[in-house]
């Protein structure tokens, strides 16, 4: 069983940065994305790569392009999201997310990821 555990949030003022972390139990050869849930609203896609044979192609959900940075470390297993310019709307729960079995659909779309942590919390204030 793959097991993703996020780290990095915390709270920080606006115009702030934050970077997380995603440390994956097992890599392989997973596409990988970060999402957020903030109270009463959907689970948001953040950004996305794809897999290493696939050449680590970037995609950004358009709250955030611009601001927002994935990368991954396969030698340290570990999915990053350097968070730069975060705004108050930025405050939400984040997580991380691996799949390797797609359904189609859109990079954000859930059911594409079989492998999700348990999210770390950013507070961004105004």
């Known amino acids: 069983q793959v097991q993703l555990v996020e780290s990095g949030g915390g709270s920080v003022q606006a115009g702030g940065s934050l970077t997380l972390s995603c440390v994956v139990s097992r890599w392989g050869s997973y596409y990988m994305s970060w999402f957020r849930q903030a109270p009463g609203k959907e689970r948001e896609g953040v950004a996305y790569?794809?897999?290493?044979?696939?050449?680590?192609?970037?995609t950004y959900g358009g709250a955030v392009k611009g601001r927002f940075t994935i990368s991954r470390d396969s030698a340290r297993n570990t999915l990053y999201l350097l968070m730069n310019s975060l705004k108050p709307e930025d405050t939400a729960m984040y997580y991380c997310?691996?799949?390797?079995?797609?359904?189609?659909?859109?990079?954000?779309?859930?059911?594409?990821?079989?492998?999700w942590g348990q999210g770390t919390q950013v507070t961004v204030s105004s």
């Open positions: 790569i794809s897999t290493i044979p696939t050449g680590g192609v970037t």
């Open positions: 997310a691996a799949g390797d079995t797609w359904h189609g659909a859109s990079v954000w779309t859930v059911a594409n990821y079989q492998y």
